[in-house]
């Protein structure tokens, strides 16, 4: 129930929500869970595997039970976690796992059943006639939240940061730690979760420096930057941190959660502790809750979660929770699992005392309390047990970011190995405010590296400071002790995996589930741990915990994908006539990361259709091709030419100015990297041609090498693919419209011959026309700067139209190119094609100095004869186009063994018959054989032929 | 994410960074098959302090080499 007075809520702002269909009410600052809470509701969720009714356990990050559905307006959470949620107006929450509700829920019987589910049961109890047959149905009875079917569209935003120091957590050891750190100088991010700052300040009524500590709070942050309702969620390498900013409650209003990238020169973990469960017989019932939790609801929302109290503990901290429930107007008892307890005014204090048994219908009416060995018991009437069993430091991202842990059995706890690093509060095992304000002083001096005269924070010391009585468990046969509420995990399923050998806790994790759940075993891993160092001998030291990975708190997928989602995944390439291609009809697809035109369908024209007229109109009347996106590399310097010399695989140095060559790049491994047209514009100037999708690595290969093994030599590289424009005119009508274009060039066949360029003039625009086919055909490559590229494009389209020019695509000049048997690498070659296995074995004969790939060239593997090579093969069927993977194979008895296989196949316009590239076992030497070809369990013939199909003389490239 | 010195840049991020692998001192064309394979292909893929060639791509281009320990991430001098 909500209380008349107290709590940060605004009572002015009234909020209405729905719970499972209720109208309920709430307050601006209240969560999910405190609303609840202030409306009476026990029973919150199901549980994961036995769908046993819970209620809300904690009020942080903690919270294993209160996972339910929100929807608030458009926004649909499937599994928001009910402590971390600010109320908004209008939300509409409902439970999960629970049919037809968490509160009547019909597969609450399963818990009936739950001796045939104990840890592991998936491979002993549904075992006959397999586990898959069982599968469909249990998924379907365990889980949280159901997915919605839309898609996510919604764009998340990601932002980039750097600081001096970065403080990680803001309660009162962070607070002081980013004040010293600043007044020390350095620059500041302070990353808190919670929608005010101050941590167990918001609900300690503490004093710092002799005023309320929350006033001090306010003062304390001045000129340090402050990411609120924040998560830092995972430490990275190198002081990088990931941060989830919930944006629910922005200024602005509601926005999805950002992503924060933080990188830091120091950090200060000050990340709080975690209260422990007690582990005792039904301690999972609805009505019991984190001693500390039950603290925050009352001070931070004003809610009393119950009238009648019992607060069992093994330590001191529980005793402020049962002072402030007394204030409250509460009935309140303490269960002291220690011997000697204090007297504490207005509140009865049982010592040696703990809760053997619970009870009551949706909910708690009544706590069995008595020694830990249950030798007697008191039923107590109560509806709320607060628990407490001790504190575990959230180590979670100080581990994550590389710190060692250590068990300390005085605090028992793992707490972190501060050498090095910047740590302060509670997660170093420091339960009083006194010392967390001067650790955290400390550690921001230290992050800062630098002095300060600011006086440290002080604060009264703590009272109570007794030790902690470590219980893990009570030894009460035939009881269920909750350890891990959210995967339904008990103290028995921990002891079962043990005495069935599950000894390292990476194991037990993973047979038992615990500690695998949404809340990540926040409250559950080291009672589990500890429960199997006892059943299993050993120290919990040495049994250790399990390995902390990010993330800290779930986040969501779409949160780290930011905008790289859709088509920004891998934003493509455009055109600089992109615009041109796609009003003429083009199907543009991604070829090498550039959205290219596929080719242009008419109306109602097929795909093949569409191919078949653009290659057979480029074959004998004329094409106009983009080629913008082949690669443009200007590589320049007096020793330009002994360079590249040294890079190619072919003779470059002896190459005159104004004439081009086909060249091959190798790989040190002697296998083709790249293929392309390399110019020589002058004496100490190239122009290379890499293909669209290997510029930048051909440009990175020239800078390796060049920096690496020849940096003496003069030259430098300078990519200007996005500089040019490119458009290819092929065809046997090519000539009269680059002669139409006008430009003075010489474009006689004695001045301008195939692989041949020229640089000239059109107007005032440089450009630049080159004599370089990939159709086999008569063809100019007119390069202009690419603003003038849609004016070259029209001027072209339009000095064609009487000779019917027409564009063609990728699709187009794949089938012209493979009737020519020019490869396409990557396509027709792989990670093991050399160049003699294409048949350009010159170079390596002519060549005489050291080139790139040369000596792995000389290798037996190398020169072996059975090399696979590049052939032509003709499918004996000429309708049948064999698919590109066909294997070529040799048929040996019942058996067959891989010849090679087709790189290339299509049907030939021109030649009216399906043709194909391959690389077959010695295909050279098999020249006119007929072969069978293998695929998909279909055998079919063809026969090896020379791989050029049309015009194997080349007179067409200069009619 | 690691943050790399590019002796010309300063630190930057590794995003800005190509990998290069461990370098290799190439042979001459006249050594062994053996030896050329070697330089080729192998490489000692070590755990612990490990010379690598990085390229800051994204940046000045420059290619250098630096030690980093592959088990801890640092950047050893």
Redesign the interface.
């Known amino acids: 129930m909500r209380l008349a007075l107290g709590g940060r809520i605004d009572r002015a702002k009234k909020l209405s929500f729905t719970w499972n269909g209720a109208a309920l009410t709430g307050f601006t600052g209240d969560t999910i869970a405190s609303a609840l809470l202030a409306n009476g509701v026990k029973i919150v969720a199901r549980s994961f595997k036995y769908h046993r009714p819970r209620g809300v356990f904690a009020a942080w990050v903690d919270e294993p039970n209160a996972v339910v559905d929100v929807r608030w307006g458009d926004q649909h959470d499937p599994n928001a976690r009910a402590t971390l949620v600010s109320l908004q107006d209008g939300m509409v929450v409902a439970g999960v796992n629970g049919y037809p509700s968490v509160a009547h829920d019909a597969a609450g019987a399963l818990d009936l059943l739950h001796r045939f589910l104990p840890a592991g049961f998936y491979y002993k109890t549904f075992m006959t006639p397999s586990w898959h047959h069982y599968e469909p149905r249990i998924r379907a009875m365990a889980g949280l939240g159901r997915v919605g079917a839309a898609i996510e569209t919604r764009a998340f935003e990601t932002r980039n940061t750097r600081c001096d120091v970065l403080v990680i957590g803001g309660g009162p050891a962070g607070i002081a730690a980013a004040r010293a750190a600043r007044a020390a100088g350095a620059s500041v991010l302070l990353v808190d979760d919670r929608a005010e700052l101050g941590g167990s300040l918001l609900w300690d009524n503490a004093t710092i420096d002799d005023g309320p500590a929350l006033d001090w709070v306010a003062t304390a942050i001045d000129g340090v930057r402050v990411l609120s309702r924040s998560t830092v969620f995972g430490a990275?390498?190198?002081?990088?941190f990931a941060v989830l900013e919930d944006r629910a409650t922005a200024p602005t209003g509601w926005a999805e959660p950002r992503l924060w990238?933080v990188?830091a020169a120091q950090m200060v973990f000050a990340t709080g502790a975690i209260e422990r469960p007690l582990v005792f017989p039904d301690n999972d019932r609805p009505g019991i809750m984190s001693a500390n939790a039950v603290l925050a609801y009352l001070r931070q929302y004003g809610v009393l979660p119950g009238r009648r109290v019992i607060v069992a503990t093994n330590n001191d901290s529980a005793y402020a929770t049962a002072i402030a429930l007394r204030d409250a107007g509460a009935v309140v008892e303490i269960a002291d699992a220690r011997p000697d307890a204090p007297n504490i005014e207005g509140i009865r204090v049982r010592p040696a005392s703990v809760p053997l048994a619970t009870g009551g219908r949706g909910g708690l009416a009544w706590v069995d309390l008595g020694p830990c060995d249950g030798s007697r018991r008191e039923r107590v009437p109560a509806d709320l047990l607060a628990v407490s069993g001790g504190w575990s430091p959230a180590v979670h991202l100080f581990s994550q970011a590389?710190g060692a842990l250590r068990w300390d059995d005085t605090l028992a706890a793992f707490l972190p190995d501060a050498a090095g690093r910047h740590v302060a509060g509670s997660v170093t095992g420091a339960w009083d405010l006194a010392t967390c304000l001067a650790q955290g002083h400390r550690a921001g001096l230290d992050a800062a590296g630098r002095a300060s005269d600011l006086a440290a924070p002080h604060a009264p010391a703590s009272a109570l400071t007794r030790p902690i009585l470590p219980l893990w468990g009570l030894d009460l046969p035939g009881t269920r002790q909750w350890v891990d509420y959210q995967n339904d995990v008990t103290a028995k399923d921990v002891r079962l995996a043990a005495s069935e050998g599950y000894r390292s806790v990476e194991h037990l994790k993973r047979y038992t589930t615990l500690g695998m759940a949404t809340d990540q075993g926040k409250t559950s891993n080291v009672n589990g741990l500890a429960i199997l160092a006892d059943a299993t001998g050993q120290d919990i030291a040495a049994v250790g915990t399990t390995k902390f990975r990010p993330p800290f708190t779930p986040v969501p997928l779409a949160a780290i994908a930011g905008l790289r989602a859709g088509a920004l995944f891998a934003p493509l390439r455009h055109l600089p006539v992109h615009d041109d291609h796609v009003a003429l009809g083009a199907e543009m697809r991604d070829y090498g990361g550039w959205a290219r035109p596929a080719c242009y369908r008419g109306i109602g024209e097929t795909t093949a259709a569409a191919i078949k007229r653009e290659a057979t109109n480029a074959r004998f009347r004329v094409g106009l091709f983009d080629g913008s996106s082949l690669g443009k590399i200007e590589v320049q310097g007096s020793d330009a030419a002994a360079f590249l010399n040294l890079m190619y695989y072919n003779e470059v140095a002896n190459l005159r100015p104004g004439r081009l060559r086909y060249c091959l790049l190798l790989r040190?491994?002697g296998v083709v990297y790249d293929d392309g047209v390399v110019a020589r514009l002058a004496a100490d100037r190239y122009l290379l041609s890499p293909s669209s999708s290997h510029t930048a690595g051909v440009l990175?290969m020239l800078?390796?090498w060049h920096?690496?093994?020849y940096p003496t030599m003069q030259v430098a590289f300078h990519d200007v693919t996005a500089a040019w424009a490119t458009f290819a005119v092929s065809g046997p009508k090519s000539r009269e419209i680059v002669v139409a274009l006008g430009g003075g060039a010489d474009l006689s066949e004695q001045a301008l011959p195939h692989m041949a360029m020229t640089e000239t003039m059109l107007g005032a625009v440089p450009c630049r026309i080159a004599r370089v086919s990939f159709t086999g055909e008569r063809s100019y490559e007119i390069s202009v700067p690419s603003g003038y590229a849609h004016a070259l494009w029209r001027q072209l389209l339009d000095l064609g139209e009487a000779s019917g020019i027409m564009p063609y695509g990728i699709e187009s000049l794949s089938v012209l190119r493979a009737e020519k048997g020019y490869i396409l690498i990557g396509t027709d070659t792989d990670g093991m094609t050399l160049p003699v296995d294409l048949g350009l074995e010159g170079p390596l004969r002519a060549k005489k100095i050291?080139f790139v790939g040369?000596?792995?060239l000389?290798?037996?593997d190398a020169t072996r004869p059975d090399r696979r090579q590049l052939v032509g093969l003709l499918p004996a069927d000429p309708a049948v186009v064999p698919v590109p993977g066909t294997h070529a194979v040799l048929r040996d008895g019942g058996g067959k063994r891989s010849l090679g296989w087709i790189t290339t196949a299509c049907r030939s316009p021109v030649l009216q018959r399906s043709v194909a590239l391959g690389m077959i076992e010695s295909g050279r030497a098999r020249m006119g054989e007929t072969i069978d070809l293998f695929h998909l369990g279909q055998f079919s013939r063809a026969t090896i032929v020379a791989p050029c199909f049309y015009d194997p003389a080349g007179e067409k490239l200069h009619g | 994410m690691l943050a790399l010195p590019c002796p010309h840049c300063g630190t930057r991020d590794e995003a800005e960074f190509q990998f290069g692998g461990e370098p290799a001192i190439r042979p001459p064309s006249a050594v062994t098959d053996t030896v050329w394979a070697d330089y080729v292909y192998m490489r000692s893929n070590e755990k612990g302090p490990h010379r690598e060639l990085w390229c800051h791509a994204g940046g000045c281009g420059q290619w250098f080499v630096l030690t980093r320990d592959t088990a801890t991430h640092a950047v050893l001098p």
């Open positions: 990275y390498d190198h002081g990088s990238v990188r590389g040190e491994t990175a800078e390796l920096q690496t093994e050291d040369k000596r792995s000389l290798t037996p």
